[in-house]
């Protein structure tokens, strides 16, 4: 391929393809004339943000306990068992701790981390127990089971505090948790997805400088890089690490779209 070069009659360091395009004059072998690349449009990069999972852990916090009837006739003797997807942790108060005439919360302070992967569909959130009975009050009375599920749609409750209650003919309580993401997810998006995000914004802001007869700004892939950086840091997003062309951010919530183009399809004049 080089001797294409040297018989063209460029100077040395031009590649062959130019060669072909810069020297067509009376000149060079034109062996391949079609290296001109066709005047197709540039076919715009994948816009999508990687399908990343929002939260590969969620952590339930069961907040506090209110009862309104203990099991008992004077103060009752409470063991909870709390439960998230499954996974259980006990919570037992001390004997005659739990009585419905404080009317307090009780402090109940167990988390529970739960994992979600591509096929976690919900995240339930149960309360059961038994106020503890024997010898002469004879068996343990069953607590009520007081649960909530939170579908994936709804994002599996991640941000809510929420109460769940229940009662049967020996005890009532409701208690508090909140759901939050333990772990959080990251996103991968390439410098010119940056840059892309940014830059018809910069474009429509130039527009609006113009239209306000105000000097305009330089439009620079790296104004454009800083811009769409901010823009996912107040979303909650923030730069984690940039290996080569890939930044990768962290974040709680949802992954944010980055919008590509103007979504404003350019006014047609009358007739067209
Ligand atoms: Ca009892
Ligand atoms: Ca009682
Ligand atoms: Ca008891």
Redesign the pocket.
């Known amino acids: 391929m080089s001797g294409h070069c040297s018989s063209c009659g460029c100077h040395e360091t031009c590649g062959c393809h130019k060669v072909i395009v810069n020297c067509g004059q009376g000149g060079g072998p034109t062996t391949t004339p079609a290296t001109e690349p066709p005047p197709t449009q540039e076919t715009p990069p994948p816009v999508e943000t990687k399908p990343t999972p929002v939260c590969t852990m969620a952590r339930v916090d069961f907040v506090t306990l209110r009862v309104s009837?203990?099991?008992?006739?004077?103060?009752?003797d409470w063991t909870l068992v709390l439960e998230a997807n499954g996974i259980q942790e006990i919570k037992e108060y001390p004997d005659n701790f739990i009585?419905?005439?404080d009317g307090i919360p009780y402090d109940i302070g167990v988390s529970i981390n739960v994992p979600i992967d591509q096929f976690t569909s919900e995240l339930r959130v149960k309360v059961s127990g038994y106020e503890r009975d024997s010898g002469f009050n004879g068996e343990n009375d069953i607590l009520p089971v007081a649960q909530r599920t939170w579908s994936k749609a709804q994002d599996f409750g991640i941000g809510q505090t929420f109460d769940v209650s229940a009662n049967n003919d020996d005890a009532a309580y409701s208690v508090t948790a909140r759901i939050s993401c333990a772990r959080q997810s990251s996103m991968v998006l390439s410098r010119s997805q940056l840059v892309r995000s940014s830059t018809w914004r910069l474009d429509r802001e130039i527009l609006k400088l113009a239209k306000h007869k105000k000097p305009p700004i330089e439009i620079t892939d790296a104004l454009a890089l800083n811009q769409s950086i901010r823009s996912l840091e107040r979303k909650g997003w923030k730069l984690k690490t940039v290996s080569e062309n890939e930044f990768i951010f962290e974040g709680l919530g949802r992954v944010p779209s980055l919008r590509m183009n103007d979504p404003r399809k350019p006014r047609k004049k009358k007739g067209d």
């Not at 009837?69 to 009752?76: I, M, R």
């Open positions: 009837d203990d099991a008992e006739w004077g103060a009752g009585d419905d005439d």
